[in-house]
């Protein structure tokens, strides 16, 4: 009971602690209200961080995944890509090199061959000297040929000089003009003369040799010496001897030739007008003076056989002549259609 | 009277006609006494002479009508005029040979004056009568009638047709094989005169065979006849490609070089004009004859000549050059730029001149390495010389500009365009600039040089039109340089320095 007693005493209290625990707890709510949500906010914040971190975790590893495979497809590409251009620049170079090669080849074998035309052209210098060499030589030996006749006509004027002037000789007693005594030879001159044969003068009439049968004692010869000694026979030249109508003369003779040896004086006219108005000919055999023979137009020979007597009958096929047994058929086939 | 004193008279009376005649005749030949004679009225008396009885008076006559024909063509219109021709005509049928020579004498007298007169000469007929005697034995007959077609023919082609139709060519071909040297001559000197005019006549040429028996006399010794030949040839050769040829293929060529040492003027002359006459055809045949050391020859020849003469060997070196450039490096390589330098230099008449400036503009217009040696005989100055020269003809200054140009606008050699830069007018001066903006962006040392000779500053002082292409040349050259040298040389650059030495204030 004494617990009954105090807990009787407590009731008043516990009324006023209710109450005042009631206000307290009132007071406090709307703090606590506050406090608890605050964490409650707090603790929800931390379940939706958890959650989101969780979250963003899980899509951080697709993402990261994600774009690793992204990457590396890419990179493959890439590394493909490299490669084939890798390739391709190998490739180019190497057709670069051959088409360099064959370009080169090519345009110095057909297009311009620089060393064949450096060739041609050191070639065409050495024959351009060689052709001025010798150009030069032939006009030096034509330039010495020319100098040697005119040199040889020269001294053979002289010479003709010094046989019209061999009275200049000089002479024992007394020396020549052209051997005077204060030279210290003698001029060439002097040398033609003493080579030169005396030349007679054109006009003096030419000496036939000693007289023949002269009797020397008068003035009178007989005249036929004098013609055979005085009269000098005319030699004329071709063109005074030929007569101006040796011409005509010869073109005379030809004509007549011709004539002569012509059968058929009549020339030939191919057209058949031309032979419009002729004449008709008989044959030999048919013709006589009187009229022609009926021979050949009314009666043969065969005619009449008692006449003949045994007489041969004409031949009329001849031996054949084998001219022309090869024709055609010499070189090939086709002439067996001869 | 008897009978002899009445043969006497006439007698006298043929002793005086004949003196006449052969007094007129040896007057004639001297022709300060044909005057006279024309004024005393010689036509009208030696007209009955003609047809004397006497053969010998006759042809004294003719002579004499032939001599005083050949002084003017005055006389010449008066033989026409008086009928004679016709007479003459009829008796070169007839009479003998020395009045066929004279006769033939008369009608090349007559023909050579002029193309109407040669034309009176052939309505008479003579033509026929000239051809008749051309088949006759006598050679100085043949060479009288040949001598007179070939007077006949040198005027026109309408004549040289009426020879040829004549049948005259023929019997000129077997003139050519005759022994005597002036019948040659003759033949070939009138096969020249018809050839000249058409490709037609030179082809019928051709077809009576006449190129191989020139072809045979080119080495004959008689000068007269080598010059003839030459001409011949050269006349046939210069119409086509196809007669060009056939002269060629007459294997001519190494043996004609020699005659071009012949101490003859006009057989050199007229061996460079054979030569000239096929190289302007074809690069083949112009290779040919290179080939066979032609051009050295000429070159040669050039050398020794002087004057008019040197004509067709300028013309044939431009002729070569301009077919290729391999011909024309063949052309340098034989010494040909100096010698055509000294051409230029040495001749003063328009035409040669002209001629060797177009040969030296055909021989540097292909390539860097042509122009290069053209410019370094230093030709490049002389030609804007002679193209700025008031004294020279039209042509010289068409042919010096073309040329000038031409090489040009290959030349990358500087030290040769160097000169051009200080006298050129500004029509050249845009080609040289321009060349000069092509070569220094690349060549250092080209640069310095240009600098160090004053190029730079006389590039400075030209002036031109914004936006013309002489403006774009100086600022690409301009670019070459750093900015401080292009102001340096720049005019007036000494005045404003001055300017801002009198401006500075001193601190």
Redesign the interface.
Known sequence: MARFVRLENKIERIKEEFFIRNRIAEENRPGENRAAIQIQSWFRGCQVRAYLSHLDKHATIIQKTWRGFQARAHFRQMVKAACFIMKMNFYNEMAVRVQRRWRGFYTRKYVHNFYA?KR??EG??R??????RE??E??EY??RE?EHVAMEREEQENTIQAERLHHLLSTQQRPGVFNSPFRPAPDKMELRLRRAKPRPSRSSPRNRGPLLGSTGTGPFRDPAEVWQQRVCVTEPTLRVQTS?RD?ERAQEELHREEWRNRLVDRPFQPFSKAWKDRKYERTVHSTSCFLPLAYGTKHFREERPEQLHGKKPFKTVFTTCHVFDKFGRLYSNAGKIV | MSQRQVLQVFEQYQKSRTQFVQTVAELATRPQNIETLQNAGVMSLLRPLLLDVVPTIQQTAALALGRLANYNDDLAEAVVKGDILPQLVYSLAEQNRFYKKAAAFVLRAVARHSPALAQAVVDCGALDALVVSLEEFDPGVKEAAGWALGYIARHNEHLSQAVVEAGALPFLVLCLQEPEVALKRIAASALSDVAKHSPELAQTVVDTGAIAHLAQMVLNPDAKLKRQVFSALSQIAKHSVDLAELVVEAEVFPAVLACLRDPDEYVRKNVTTLMREITKHTPELSQMIVNTGGVAAVIDYLGDCRGNVRLPGIMMLGYVAAHSENLAMAVIVSKGVPQLTLCLSEEREDHVRAATVWALGQLGRHTAEHARAVASAGVLPRLLGLYMDTDSSEDLQVKAKKALKSILQKCTHLPALEPLLYDAPSNILKHVVGQFSKVLPHDSKARRLFVTSGGLKKVQEIKAEPGSALQEHITSINNCYPEEIVRYYSPGYSETLLERVEKYQPV
């Open positions: 035309r041609y052209l065409l210098m024959t351009n000297e060689l052709v001025r150009l030069g032939f006009a034509q330039q020319r101006p011409l």
